[in-house]
């Protein structure tokens, strides 16, 4: 796999990774934020939110659908995309894991 050798961090870490890596970029954040204020769209709905061209949209969907954090379903000639809520609350889980960790810390080292 290269220089990240993810097998040789743990099922969270690389978890995480993946979460963080999907959600880095403000288009996806703002495809996320409208998904959340509608219960579920047409990609053209979503490429009329966002100042991006159509296919630079699919690839942000492409990507957040690669690591579940959106479904989507194919009706007509259109994909409707949604939340995928149980792996929203799995990586709800995963990521309170690691903010306890922060507020088992006694100090502020720096």
């Known amino acids: 796999m290269g220089a990240t ?3 040789h961090f743990t099922i969270d870490q690389n978890e995480l990774a993946l979460l963080m ?3 880095a970029h403000p ?6 934020e409208f ?3 509608t219960d579920s769209c047409i990609c053209g709905d979503i ?5 991006l061209a ?4 699919s690839q942000h969907l492409k990507e957040l659908k690669n690591v579940g954090l959106i479904k989507g379903n194919i009706e007509g000639n259109s994909i409707c995309y949604c939340i995928d809520v149980e792996t929203w ?7 309170n894991k ?8 006694k100090t502020n080292c720096c």
């Open 5 to 7: 050798k993810t097998e």
């Open 27 to 32: 288009a996806r954040l703002a495809i996320i």
């Open 89 to 95: 609350k799995h990586y709800e889980t995963v990521t």
């Open 54 to 57: 159509q296919p630079t949209v």
């Open 98 to 105: 690691l903010f306890a960790q922060l507020k088992k810390k």
């Open 35 to 37: 998904l959340l204020k």
């Open 21 to 23: 890596k999907a959600l």
């Open 47 to 51: 490429v009329n939110e966002l100042p």
